[in-house]
């Protein structure tokens, strides 16, 4: 294992879905890191975040001199400076599809991210506006998508690939809105979310979360 020690700066633990990604699959894999909170509706927010990316936002994980500032890249950085590190599956076609998946949740599924925040204190109860088709269409798709890596790559265990992996650590905080907001789902979908939710990583993530005192109202969808 590399030597000094990561800094992963992340937001509140409640709201920040991205910065929840690779805290998880960090956690989960073992590798040591610290932990700084930069805290949302704040206006040094963006003054703090600049100091260390100027991006401007977060996660940023900052080791040996490099600044990595966007999950899935934090994640692939993780995967190849502690190799030994269960990150992404052993094998190639595993890999090829874990990674294939975490690619359309950074990049996709806009509709329910936006409609339903991550709100991990949220009563769970489902929007008062109920749901878009569109929303429904993202749900549709991440119940299809899971259903196909569990019996590709699942070995008859809950997590996508087995072994809980950076696939699972992506899809952690849509897991936590379908649980947060209601969201009515099939019974293979809920065992899945069911597993995810009962990490070590996850719980730790959820207590701490739970712990905040601070409301951001951008992020409190009825
Ligand atoms: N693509 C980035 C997205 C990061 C992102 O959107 N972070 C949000 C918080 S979860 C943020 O820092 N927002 C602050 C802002 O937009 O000012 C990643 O994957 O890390």
Not at 82 to 88: E, G, I, L, Q
Not at 187 to 194: A, D, F, I, L, S
């Amino acid at each position: 294992m590399a030597a000094a020690k990561a800094m992963l700066v992340i937001g509140n633990k409640n709201y920040s879905s991205w910065s929840l990604r690779p805290w998880l699959a960090l956690t989960m894999a073992g590798i040591p890191f610290d932990e700084k909170m930069i805290r949302f509706g704040e206006p040094r927010f963006g003054r703090e975040v600049r100091k260390v990316s100027e991006a401007g936002m977060v996660p940023v994980l900052l080791h040996k001199g490099h600044t990595i500032w966007d999950s899935l890249a934090i994640i692939e950085y993780a995967a190849e400076t502690w190799p030994k590190a269960h990150v992404w599956p052993k094998t190639a076609a595993a890999r090829a599809m874990a990674r294939s998946a975490a690619a359309e949740i950074h990049s996709g599924f806009r509709s329910i991210r936006s409609a339903c925040p991550m709100n991990l204190r949220r009563p769970k109860v489902a929007l008062k506006a109920g749901f878009s088709a569109a929303v429904m269409k993202d749900v549709k798709r991440l119940e299809t998508l899971w259903a196909q890596c569990r019996k590709a790559h699942g070995k008859g265990e809950p997590f996508l690939f087995g072994r809980f992996s950076a696939a699972d650590a992506m899809f952690a905080p849509v897991v936590a809105r379908l649980d947060s907001y209601a969201i009515p789902v099939k019974k293979e979908t809920r065992t899945y979310m069911n597993a995810v939710m009962a990490t070590p990583g996850f719980t730790a993530w959820l207590a701490a979360a739970l712990k905040e005192p601070w409301i951001v109202p951008e992020d409190e969808a009825e």
